[in-house]
């Protein structure tokens, strides 16, 4: 247990309603004793019963600085399980910081990214891919994000994770009962057995790492750029994902210039989309820059939506573009289908395309449906509330994978019981380090100091 009290502002800095000052630790109420005036024939918070609010003002030396609200929490009910104060202060870039000043110079220290979640996993209220998940919920854009987050949050990773841990406790133990017999075989029957054990462990674990793909979408969205000649609708085509006139749009080719980066929901898959600059041949320099951009944009997309301007023929500059994006996965936009077409399909052959226009609309949820389906590879949006590993749970689970491989081998190849047990036991570890029961502390440190101060 951490024998100091730790203070943040638990609300974002700036305008706003109210602001929050948390408090927790041993000495969280002998703190807010000194800072807390209540109202006349009210207890202190010290005396006060947990889980209550009580009004009052934040004082420094006699002297009023606001009018609050205070939440008495006594251990283990709290978030880090110890002692816990939350001071609510009008909002504004002011007051908190001077409540967060008075409670620093008692004897609170400033809390560091993510301390409180990290002490509410040190005393083991939660384990470590649920004190993820408070990150993940933060940080989630979209539906499907936070869906997966909140499952993840309610100990769905961690269920699994520990039925499998159980379970290959078991197959352990099973061998280890030879142990004291090295030189008796194992029955055919007994070996048979452990090894479907093994097997069917690993297919688990396999099945988790595969969702690592739609975790790291969700997370953190695909980069994806429109690309394209000038002219074809790229912008507008950004402006009408995005719902809102982000980028100019004008019927004069080479507009835009700089590359633009927003994010756009499409069927609950987080786009970062990038609307890039025309590529043609081009003399100038502003616009040699532009175009420069727009290829370092597409060499780094993971999805490229590839416009063609659906009124014109295809040029060489299109199925120079269409070859450059062969490398990624891309999806060819006909653009322009209110007006006459005089684009030959033909020559697109088996390339994923679909066909829009920008100015009625029309086309729009094809397009978002040929995304949806080939970011989801044939999935539904509705059966994303299950949990989805991120890419360190991914990488234990590889080691895990490792060692439950080696450990089969060894028991075909007839290996010592010992030896055997050993590469188990590194299994299980491996596995440990998804929930924390095993982590190093620059593990933690490092996912800690991702979070934002106060949570
Ligand atoms: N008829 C028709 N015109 C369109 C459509 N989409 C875009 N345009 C027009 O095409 C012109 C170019 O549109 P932009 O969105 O600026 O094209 P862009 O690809 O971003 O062009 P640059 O930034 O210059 O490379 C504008 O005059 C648009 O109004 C469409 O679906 N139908
Ligand atoms: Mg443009």
Same mark, same amino acid.
Request: hydrophobic share 35%.
């Given at each position: 247990m951490e024998d100091d009290t730790i203070a943040a502002i638990a609300t974002p800095i700036g305008e706003g309603g109210i602001s929050i000052v948390r408090i927790s630790g041993p000495k969280a109420f002998e703190i807010a004793d000194q800072i807390f005036q209540p109202d006349s024939g009210h207890p202190?918070?010290?005396e006060a019963p947990t889980h209550t609010v009580h009004h009052g003002r934040a004082v420094e030396d006699q002297q009023v600085l606001d009018e609050v609200m205070l939440i008495v929490m006594r251990a283990p009910r709290t978030y880090t399980t110890q002692d816990t104060v939350e001071i609510t202060t009008h909002g504004g870039m002011l007051v908190s910081s001077r409540v967060l000043e008075l409670a620093l110079k008692q004897q609170a220290r400033l809390a560091r990214p993510g301390e409180f979640t990290r002490r509410a996993f040190m005393n083991g209220r939660i384990d470590l891919t649920?004190? !993820?998940a408070v990150a993940d919920i933060i940080r989630a854009r979209t539906d499907s994000a936070l869906a997966a987050a909140s499952a993840q949050m309610q100990g769905r990773l961690l269920d699994e994770i520990n039925a499998l841990y159980e379970r290959l &406790?078991? &197959?352990l133990a099973h061998i280890e009962a030879h142990l004291d017999f090295p030189d008796e075989d194992l029955k055919p029957?007994?070996?048979a057995r452990i090894l479907a054990e093994l097997e069917e462990a690993s297919r688990a674990v396999d099945r988790l790492i595969l969702t690592a793909r739609e975790g790291k979408i969700l997370r953190e969205g695909i980069r994806t750029a429109i690309v394209g000649k000038p002219n074809v609708g790229k912008s507008s085509l950004l402006n009408l994902l995005l719902g809102q006139d982000r980028a100019?749009?004008? !019927?004069t080719p080479g507009t835009t210039r700089d590359t633009i980066e927003e994010l756009a929901t499409v069927s609950g898959i987080p786009l970062?989309?990038?609307d890039t600059a025309g590529i043609r041949s081009s003399k100038e320099a502003v616009e040699e820059e532009g175009i420069r951009r727009s290829q370092k944009a597409l060499d780094q997309a993971e999805l490229a939506l590839l416009v063609v301007d659906g009124s014109e023929? /295809? &040029?060489p500059e299109d199925r120079g573009l269409i070859e450059r994006c062969r490398s990624r996965p891309f999806i060819v936009v006909i653009n322009k289908i209110d007006i006459r077409q005089a684009f030959d399909k033909a020559y697109l052959g088996g390339l994923l395309s679909t066909a829009i226009s920008t100015k009625t609309g029309a086309g729009l949820e094809d397009l978002k449906r040929t995304i949806a389906a080939h970011v989801w590879q044939g999935k539904t949006y509705e059966s994303y509330h299950e949990v989805f590993v991120n890419m360190r749970h991914r990488e234990s /689970?590889? /080691?895990?994978k490792h060692h439950l491989f080696e450990t089969a081998k060894g028991l075909q190849r007839k290996n010592s019981f010992e030896l055997v047990a050993v590469d188990l036991r590194n299994a299980l570890e491996a596995l440990a380090e998804v929930t924390g029961q095993t982590v190093d502390e620059d593990v933690l440190d490092k996912i800690f100091s991702t979070f934002c101060i106060g949570k």
């Open positions: 202190k918070p010290s649920q004190a !993820e &406790t078991q &197959t029957d007994d070996r100019i749009v004008s !019927e970062r989309i990038i023929k /295809l &040029t /689970l590889a /080691l895990c």
